[in-house]
């Protein structure tokens, strides 16, 4: 069974069901920022957009996903852009700029997180301390990606980072 686009949004929005970010928006329309920032780059990054935070805040796992009849190349740039126990932001960050579906989508993944009425209602040294994260984040994410690919994604989720490209 071969899942459409439309497919893998109906999956996110179950995985997500009741969840909130934090400042209090229903999380699905956080991946739906995503997923739709990475649809000119073709449907397995628009999906593995939508998909890109259900290992990490949902019980889905990478096996449960293919099994749904989520592609691997999906499922495997989901797994590269999941936070593993033990490994740093950093690491991370580096590890996902070695792969190039999954810097695209964590480059939109970041644009959005970076939007300042995200962060508006947190406590300001967490504000602070989230920008200086996504910043650094970017420096390695944007080059590994070209600035026409961030151009257009930072431009379609937060256009105030166009400045940076």
Same mark, same amino acid.
């Given at each position: 069974?071969?899942?459409? &686009? !439309? ?12 969840? *909130?970010?934090?400042?209090? #928006?229903?999380?699905?329309?956080? &991946? ?10 073709? =449907? ?26 989520? @592609? ?5 740039? #989901? ?39 995200? !962060?508006?209602?947190? =406590? !300001? ?15 390695? *994410? ?16 937060? @256009?105030?980072?166009?400045?940076? &490209?």
């Amino acid at each position: 069974m071969t899942l459409t &686009v !439309a497919d893998v949004d109906a999956l996110a929005e179950r995985a997500h069901a009741g969840q *909130l970010d934090k400042i209090g #928006v229903p999380y699905i329309k956080h &991946v739906r920022v995503v997923g739709n920032a990475l649809a000119s780059f073709g =449907p397995h990054a628009q999906m593995a957009g939508l998909l890109h935070d259900v290992l990490e805040d949902t019980d889905w796992t990478a096996e449960g996903l293919r099994a749904a009849g989520v @592609p691997t190349v999906v499922v495997d740039t #989901v797994v590269a852009v999941t936070k593993l126990p033990g490994v740093s932001y950093e690491e991370m960050i580096r590890s996902i700029a070695g792969k190039p579906r999954a810097t695209l989508v964590k480059i939109a993944d970041n644009a959005h997180n970076s939007l300042p009425e995200r !962060a508006a209602d947190l =406590p !300001a040294p967490d504000r602070e301390r989230l920008a200086a994260k996504y910043r650094a984040a970017r420096r390695v *994410l944007w080059p590994a990606a070209g600035s026409v690919d961030v151009a257009v994604i930072v431009g379609r989720v937060n @256009p105030a980072l166009l400045s940076e &490209v």
